[in-house]
């Protein structure tokens, strides 16, 4: 069964670092990525990784480039999100999700989410 199980999330001041981490099983996937919802708000998207072998080329949404770094392991097929300088804006939960070609046009596999809570 494909799963994506992610941890890592939590409380931190702004200014402070957390390191979300994303556990996919039943498959590999090309393209991993990041997205977040405030409460009230539609989800968007934060990041995305291709897989290295064709590239392990990057792209991140403007609020975020210069903070957060993802990168992969895909002898373990995880993802990460490296978040540094956080902000109160960046509060929100945090989802990864995964498809199984660059090409597809969707993320059709996600993880349940993991809140992150950053406090002025």
């Known amino acids: 069964q494909v799963q994506l199980v992610e941890f890592g999330g939590g409380l931190v001041q702004a200014g402070g670092s957390l390191r979300l981490s994303c556990v996919a099983s039943?498959?590999?996937?090309?393209?991993m990525g990041w997205f977040h919802q405030a409460p009230g708000k539609e989800r968007l998207f934060v990041a995305r990784?291709?897989?290295?072998?064709?590239?392990?080329?990057?792209y991140y949404t403007d609020s975020v480039k210069g903070r957060f770094t993802i990168s992969r392991d895909n002898a373990n097929n995880t993802v990460y999100l490296q978040m540094n300088s956080l902000k109160p804006e960046d509060t929100a939960v945090y989802y990864c999700?995964?498809?199984?070609?660059?090409?597809?046009?969707?993320?059709?596999?996600w993880g349940q989410g993991t809140q992150v809570t950053v406090s002025s």
């Open positions: 990784i291709t897989w290295s072998g064709r590239g392990g080329s990057t």
């Open positions: 999700a995964a498809k199984a070609y660059y090409s597809d046009y969707v993320y059709d596999y």
């Open positions: 039943g498959r590999t996937f090309d393209t």
